[in-house]
């Protein structure tokens, strides 16, 4: 019976977003359930090309990526895949209308971390930023709004911006192991040999700025996706306030991370605010 392999399918891109992050899953877990399984699937998808790239070392990571890739395409014409992570994601893309120039914009970014490096423009850093965090804010966005288009586009240009400061956060906390683990550098004119003060303040005031504009999209998500949206933000600002307070060469040498007890009264925190009517 196929509605009982998605729901496994479904099970197992859960599992995946458990394993690989107790933040997210939490913030998910926060989502009304309607959409919480779809949510997972889009991770689910995104993680494991992730680890393709960043992880899977000792493997033909050009040949696992393309693999992967085709997969999904098999999978999305045949509407089914014996690869439950795809398969959970395809049954989301079509029933949340998420086009493909999302998928292919991120799976371009994905590819470009086997090949490059530095990303020494504004230019680059911009359009691997859109690939690898913004179309997933835009995924997500499109379970959110139900695939209704109107309202898409109306909170399009604030997913983004949630995306880019989430993937930023990542960045500036990943910085030793981005420059001395996978020998990336992503942000402009910045490395670890370089890296100081001035620096991470400048890439703080930027974050803070993509937080902002994001929050104003926040507030006018559907009341199924707000709170756990919300969630997700203030982690991810709280990690970005541990990183400003954090000496420059620290930041270099170690990484940051927010407490499970911290995580916990974030938590409470915020449900208190939203049902308060503050967000």
Known sequence: MKQLFDDVSFKCSKLVTK?????FSLAVYMLSP???DAIY????????????????HG????????????????????????NPILNSFQCTV???????????????????????????STEEYNEYIYGSADVVGLMC?????????HKYEQLKGEAMRLGSAFQKVNFLRDLKEDNLVLNRNYFPGVDLNSFDEEA?????????????????????LPIEAKFGVYTAYVYYKKLLNKLEDTPYHQIGTERIRVSNYTKAALLA???VSYKMKLV
């Open 59 to 82: 493997f033909d990571k050009e040949e696992l990526i393309n693999d992967f890739e085709k997969e999904y395409y098999k999978s999305f014409e045949a509407g089914i895949s014996l």
């Open 41 to 56: 699937s889009i991770y689910g998808f995104v993680r494991f090309a992730d680890e393709i790239v960043d992880s899977f």
């Open 34 to 36: 309607s959409i919480r």
């Open 141 to 149: 966005l499109k379970v959110f709004v139900a695939g209704k288009t």
């Open 19 to 23: 394993n690989y992050s107790t933040s």
């Open 269 to 271: 925190r915020s449900f």
């Open 94 to 120: 079509k029933e949340y209308n998420i086009t493909d120039d999302l998928i292919q914009a991120f799976l371009k970014s994905m590819k470009l971390d086997l090949v490059k490096s530095d990303y020494s």
């Open 200 to 220: 991470k303040n400048s890439i703080i005031k930027e974050i803070e700025e993509d937080f902002r504009v994001a929050y104003e999209g926040i507030v006018k």
